[in-house]
């Protein structure tokens, strides 16, 4: 079945944004007393949301604590305002498949765990020159994924079945969106999870370069 449209995920997918959200979280964690995070450790920290984020870079003890972790992401927040550019780089070959896609007119979405606001300024800030028919990060009264509603209001929006949209993330919550969502789950193995992962969450193929998603779409 060729696929007609593509959602993709954003942080490990288009983005390579690590290193600044590791340190705009060790900055804020410093700031509150508590432990820095390693690169590799905040690699399967993030994915799941910037609360989950949070409760998993805290202590155990601090993580039980509302007004810490209310404390923490306010912090975060503000710091990443500060960063989410500095270190903050497209994966490789990531522009060649954006522009395959528009040359072939299909279209792109982005479905991402990120705050809304902070997903469209990093959106803009590196791809304003595409045009992507939907953007989402976390929003106000829709589930962050692995909830499969963003990836169904995408498929409203682009009035397609949800069985001819790819989707391409690079952790278990992708898959499982996709799955949930009844789409065809593409696992990117240069984002922050590994292969296995990706399997054991129902990535219906599995790609090493940006480029090599162009086949499948048929």
Request: aromatic share 6%.
């Amino acid at each position: 079945m060729p696929f007609r449209a593509v959602i993709f995920d954003l942080d490990g997918t288009l983005l390579d944004t690590i290193e600044d959200l590791t340190d705009s979280m060790n900055a804020a964690l410093v700031r509150l007393g508590h432990p820095a995070r390693t690169i590799a450790e905040c690699k399967q920290l993030v994915g799941d949301g910037l609360e989950t984020f949070v409760r998993r870079a805290l202590p155990p003890a601090a993580a039980d604590d509302p007004r810490e972790r209310t404390r923490l992401r306010e912090l975060m927040m503000m710091e990443y305002r500060d960063r989410s550019t500095l270190k903050t780089r497209p994966y490789p070959g990531v522009p060649d498949l954006l522009d395959a896609l528009a040359a072939r007119n299909v279209p792109a979405t982005v479905l991402s765990n990120k705050p809304h606001d902070s997903t469209l300024a990093v959106m803009e800030h590196y791809f304003s020159r595409w045009s992507f028919r939907a953007i989402f990060g976390a929003r106000d009264g829709v589930p962050v994924k692995p909830d499969p509603a963003g990836a169904l209001e995408i498929a409203r929006i682009l009035g397609l079945a949800p069985a001819n949209i790819a989707y391409l993330g690079d952790t278990n919550t992708d898959m499982q969106t996709a799955t949930g969502a009844g789409m065809y789950g593409v696992g990117a193995l240069w984002g922050f999870r590994t292969a296995g992962e990706l399997i054991a969450k129902g990535a219906k193929v599995l790609i090493e370069t940006p480029m090599d998603l162009m086949p499948i779409l048929g």
